[in-house]
């Protein structure tokens, strides 16, 4: 059954290509579900192809072989080798593959089920890779501008009652914890770090809390993946190549303290407010550290880039056809696809669990009981 569904999917998927890419026909799915809608506010480990849509610098893109090659075996601009975890989960809500919210061309009717304003790069500030991706505000601004046609399509009150069925599901805040590093800005010298971890939290607490106000009552989160343990970020002090680097994960680890706080007062302060928490953290890390418990041959070495663990983001000529990229032979054997996001295997293990754990991976709901909500 399950294989039926995503065959379907991906013909969809294939088809609003093909049409998109000619541009002489709409691209509609008028894919009918009862379900609650879907979403999906974040970064890359949710893209689905905003980032094809506005001007990002390629770079940014993943609308490139060998992207997508392994399910889709063309690149639709998810940053992995196939599916992502929004995928596994749709499938399993028995939701169509949500579009990216950028595509020209969806039909309104699509909002029913859902959107996804996830871009690759994006975080919570605005000053977080600038230019190349849409901050958390600019997402929520999105979502607001799909609620008024999702009105003008259904009427307000049938669009209230989707949007407060719905769930809302978020990943954000690592690439304001990294970019800082990239960018050589003064960012962490100039503030304490759990000053700026507070900023991090606050804002996307006050995104949440704007959702709801429109009244959003199911939200799901994962907490931050070790991102100062991915091939790119431990190569990053040459003196300690395949170590964690340090200074991210510290970050990470007091976002990852506090954040849970805050959920339990949000729960407690807003009425109707339910929320399922993924420790995505130690999911990935688990991995990472013991790759052959999980299925994997390799949890420190990337399938696609250059280098050193192959931790160089070359992955597809990213950076242009002057510097080569390696290639692994089978992504299922690899915890990573490019230097810092996941493989398709990695995405559907860790989709399981944030769908169907148990509450000491996934509490206080996993997703599929807060879709029953």
Not at 27 to 32: Q, R
Not at 75 to 94: L, Q, Y
Not at 207 to 228: D, N, Q, S
Not at 340 to 354: D, M, P, R, V
Request: glycine fraction near 8%; aromatic fraction near 14%; charge should be positive.
């Amino acid at each position: 059954m399950a294989s039926s569904k995503f065959s379907l999917m991906i013909t969809i998927l294939f088809i609003c290509t093909l049409s998109l890419s000619f541009g002489s026909i709409s691209c509609k799915n008028d894919f009918v579900t009862n379900q609650a809608a879907l979403f999906v506010f974040g970064d890359s480990l949710f893209e689905a192809g905003n980032n094809n849509y506005f001007d990002s610098l390629p770079g940014f893109r993943s609308n490139y072989w060998p992207y997508g090659k392994t399910t889709f075996q063309f690149p639709t601009g998810r940053v992995s080798d196939g599916r992502t975890m929004i995928d596994f989960i749709a499938e399993d809500a028995w939701l169509p593959l949500l579009p990216p919210n950028l595509q020209p061309g969806y039909s309104s009717s699509q909002l029913t089920y859902g959107l996804n304003f996830a871009t690759t790069a994006a975080g919570v500030f605005a000053a977080t890779f600038p230019g190349v991706s849409k901050d958390l505000g600019t997402q929520l601004s999105s979502f607001k501008n799909a609620t008024r046609v999702l009105g003008s399509k259904l009427g307000d009150a049938e669009a209230r009652r989707v949007i407060s069925k719905a769930v809302y599901l978020f990943h954000i805040g690592a690439n304001d914890y990294q970019y800082p590093f990239f960018a050589n800005t003064t960012t962490i010298t100039t503030t304490t770090k759990e000053r700026f971890v507070d900023f991090v939290i606050g804002n996307t607490t006050n995104v949440i809390e704007e959702l709801y106000k429109m009244g959003a009552r199911k939200f799901g989160f994962l907490t931050l993946g070790p991102y100062g343990c991915t091939p790119s970020m431990s190569i990053t002090d040459p003196t300690k190549i395949g170590s964690c680097f340090e200074p991210v994960s510290e970050l990470i680890n007091l976002h990852n303290q506090e954040f849970p706080k805050v959920l339990r007062r949000l729960e407690r302060q807003l009425s109707g407010f339910k929320y399922s928490l993924h420790d995505f953290h130690t999911s990935l890390l688990q991995r990472i550290n013991s790759p052959l418990r999980y299925g994997f041959k390799q949890g420190k070495m990337a399938c696609c880039g250059s280098g050193p663990l192959r931790g160089v983001n070359t992955c597809g000529y990213r950076n242009g056809p002057s510097q080569g990229y390696q290639l692994c032979e089978n992504a299922d054997d690899y915890i990573f696809f490019d230097p810092s996001h996941l493989t398709e295997k990695a995405h559907g293990q860790i989709a399981e669990l944030i769908w169907n754990g148990s509450p000491n991976v996934t509490a206080p709901y996993n997703l599929k009981t807060l879709f029953g909500l």
